[in-house]
């Protein structure tokens, strides 16, 4: 196959990944607090589930954006109380972050504020259609991770 040969079963699957990434972001955008971009309950979300500490290099890499970009989001959180930073104690060019108390409550108030939307795609196509269409894009994220470095 040429370069400019394409296969339209590719074609379709990336045109339908990117449309639904783009709907779902615009959806979930609006139906989160007032102030609160996606970027934000993601971090929020990573540092409740793992009830640990992390380096904003450690979230960077997470998120597969620049330190910079993790650092702009940090700021954001931290002003509104939502993280706390703090250096390492053994090397002070190194922070960490934690989730603070408040950073919980909006993170919660997010989730509760997405959930009805997450459900309702769930229930629309179905739980076992849903379940079989994970490993395919599980393993379409893992190419993508594996073949960007």
Not at 48 to 61: C, F, G, T, W, Y
Not at 70 to 94: C, F, Q, S
Not at 97 to 105: C, D, F, K, N, Y
């Amino acid at each position: 196959m040429s370069d400019s040969d394409s296969d339209p079963l590719a074609v379709a699957l990336f045109s339908e990944v990117f449309m639904a990434d783009q709907l779902a972001r615009n959806r979930l955008s609006r139906a989160l607090p007032k102030g609160m971009e996606i970027s934000h309950f993601s971090v929020l979300n990573l540092l409740a589930r793992a009830n640990d500490e992390r380096s904003p290099a450690q979230l960077a890499r997470a998120f597969h954006v620049t330190r910079g970009a993790m650092t702009n989001t940090l700021n954001k959180l931290e002003w509104a109380g939502y993280v706390h930073i703090r250096p390492d104690w053994d090397d002070a060019r190194r922070k960490f972050v934690s989730i603070s108390p408040a950073g919980r409550t909006a993170r919660d108030a997010a989730l509760a504020a997405i959930t009805p939307i997450l459900n309702e795609i769930l229930d629309t196509i179905g739980a076992d259609r849903v379940r079989a269409a994970i490993p395919v894009l599980r393993e379409m994220r893992i190419i993508f991770e594996n073949s960007g470095q």
